[in-house]
């Protein structure tokens, strides 16, 4: 009997098409996160000139990229909600920015890096410049 109920239950189901909803959802995910990111340019703060090869990450995940040669990023599949992004590179000072990802679109960080001979830690040293969500 309960072999028969539970067989008339997954009929059911699949009738309804509640299984391909279920199955389609993990992929709906996947498909919200690769359009959400944080893109941005990283540029030296006394010369504006574009960095290269700064290593910009979502902290606490391993999202991370380095920059191209203008300076430009972007970091992918950042969920929707409230992150730390944080800019390093050898010889400039390390900054970590807070930032709103919405959860359509991208949200933008710009950076002037700092350069110094000794890098030191710290939050909210105002290196980066959160920028409003596009």
Not at 12 to 41: F, H, K, M, N, Y
Not at 42 to 63: C, M
Not at 75 to 101: F, N
């Amino acid at each position: 009997m309960r072999r028969l109920l539970a067989v008339f239950l997954a009929a059911t189901l699949l009738a309804s098409g509640a299984a391909p909803l279920a199955a389609g959802a993990p992929a709906r995910l996947r498909r919200q996160q690769a359009e959400t990111r944080v893109i941005g340019r990283v540029v030296d703060a006394r010369t504006n000139a574009p960095l290269a090869s700064v290593r910009v990450s979502v902290v606490g995940t391993e999202i991370s990229v380095l920059t191209n040669a203008d300076g430009r990023y972007e970091l992918l599949g950042v969920a929707a909600g409230t992150h730390d992004v944080r800019a390093q590179r050898i010889g400039y000072h390390p900054s970590t920015e807070t930032v709103d990802v919405p959860s359509s679109g991208a949200a933008t960080v710009l950076w002037a890096g700092r350069a110094g001979a000794r890098a030191r830690a710290g939050r909210g040293d105002g290196n980066g410049q959160s920028g409003a969500s596009t």
